[in-house]
């Protein structure tokens, strides 16, 4: 009987180690950010629709960044475009410090924009990084693997918004807040502020330890998938091959709305339970945390899963499921309602890096500029979210989650078109 191929290359069991903080750096920003929403919609006094251009900002830096870190990744390293990434995220952190002190929302944007930024080009660099890491059979299971330590970064990053920010918002409502004098509103706001601040600068602290780690790991390049390419970039041939690829094109928009789903799931918990049970924000916190604990434990089981099914399958499967748990979130709000929003993270669980093994499975050296497509598919968490905001202004918080419900259609559409295709599945180990 043949030796099942290995996990990883030789040599490159301590770069995936490194890789793997990597992944839950980029997961406790992004679930840091999420409550912000909310956060600056009650210290600005904003409508959702207004603040959800935190995402927005988030979002969209994703979107514009991944492709020049394709062209460092190709040109150079991924090793580059990691180091890259961490430096742009790292200063996009320490400038939450400064906009604080300027205490307008506009600063706050920019400082998510530059950090977003930089894990939007950690991410392009990261997700291929780890497929080139080990044979092409087990390489979106080894991304799941790599990617359930995503989970553990949002629980911490819920869990920072739900210690450190969420208390310390007044509770004084928009009407209330307008009939204070300037001097005590701004001391109020101060506060806030400095509230958000903190545990973003704590961030940009541990992104400068992950650099340095990763900055003096000597890490193989004789692979063909992971060497620089020597030839240059040809991005027109290049660009041409991946739009005539079915599966990588559908992948694309699949992962625009998976990411779209999530960001409107996560985002706006807090609002649905507000609306749904009353309490205060940091009440509601708690069951966006119990969320990102159920997200965390269904990746590693999907993990395991994997090892036996078919990933399309599972994907599937669990696209439907979310469908009808938004459809019941939005119809029945009440109690389960809240924890049928709460199981949506079971369903998230698997659906970015299965996408993104599925859609990159036999691309090549076209994988560098593939990867910086999928990311760039991000947009949707930029733009889906405007779109639920405003439905949640005009309809109500609980009708509102019809929206994600939508995405998680289209996401079993590409589950089901994977199933069907002729295309030969990657073995499993």
């Known amino acids: 009987m043949p030796a099942p191929p290995p996990f990883v290359h030789a040599g490159m069991r301590l770069p995936f180690a490194l890789l793997v903080t990597c992944f839950a750096a980029w997961g406790i920003a992004a679930n840091m950010t999420d409550p912000l929403v909310q956060v ?76 977003a930024g ?45 210690t450190l920010i969420l208390p310390q918002l007044n509770p004084a409502t928009d009407a209330e807040r307008a009939a204070m004098s300037a001097a005590t509103l701004e001391t109020i706001q101060r506060a806030e502020l400095t509230a958000v601040m903190t545990p973003y600068v704590g961030f940009a602290v541990v992104l400068l330890a992950i650099w340095v780690a990763i900055a003096l790991l000597r890490i193989p390049t004789d692979r063909e998938s992971i060497a620089p390419d020597a ?4 991005f027109g041939p290049t660009l041409r091959r991946l739009l005539s690829n079915r599966h990588y094109v559908f992948g694309v928009v699949a992962q625009f709305f998976n990411v779209a789903a999530q960001t409107c799931a996560w985002t706006f918990t ?10 205060t924000e940091a009440q509601a916190g708690w069951y966006l945390q119990a969320s990102l604990v159920v997200f965390l434990v269904a990746r590693f089981v999907m993990v395991g899963a994997m090892g036996v099914i078919r990933p399309a399958a599972l994907l599937t499967v669990m696209a439907v499921a979310g469908t009808a748990l938004c459809l019941f979130a939005a119809t029945g709000p009440g109690l389960a309602g809240v924890w049928a929003v709460v199981a949506l993270s079971a369903c998230l669980s698997l659906m970015f890096p299965t996408i993104y093994g599925i859609a990159l499975q036999g691309l090549g050296q076209d994988t560098k500029f593939g990867a910086a497509g999928l990311v760039m598919a991000i947009l949707g968490g930029a733009l889906v979210p405007l779109i639920h905001g405003a439905v949640m202004d005009a309809q109500g918080a609980a009708l509102a989650y019809v929206v994600p419900g939508l995405c998680f259609v289209v996401v079993a559409a590409f589950g089901l078109f994977d199933l069907r295709s002729t295309r030969k ?5």
């Open 40 to 115: 600056f919609s009650r210290i600005f006094s904003m409508s959702t629709l207004q603040a959800s251009f935190v995402q927005f900002a988030y979002y969209g830096a994703y979107f514009l960044l991944a492709l020049p870190a394709a062209f460092i990744n190709r040109r150079f390293s991924y090793k580059t475009g990691i180091l890259t990434g961490l430096g742009c995220a790292i200063a996009g952190a320490f400038l939450f410090y400064p906009a604080a002190q300027a205490m307008t929302f506009g600063f706050f944007l920019l400082a998510l924009f530059l950090l």
């Open 118 to 162: 930089g894990l939007s080009i950690l991410e392009t660099s990261a997700n291929p990084f780890v497929i080139a890491m080990g044979p092409e059979g087990n390489a979106t299971r080894r991304l799941n693997l790599a990617q359930a330590f995503n989970p553990v970064g949002t629980n911490i990053g819920v869990f920072l918004a739900a």
């Open 231 to 234: 030839a240059g970039v040809q």
């Open 270 to 279: 807090i609002p649905y339970v507000i609306a749904t049970l009353g309490g």
């Open 425 to 429: 599945a990657a073995a499993r180990p």
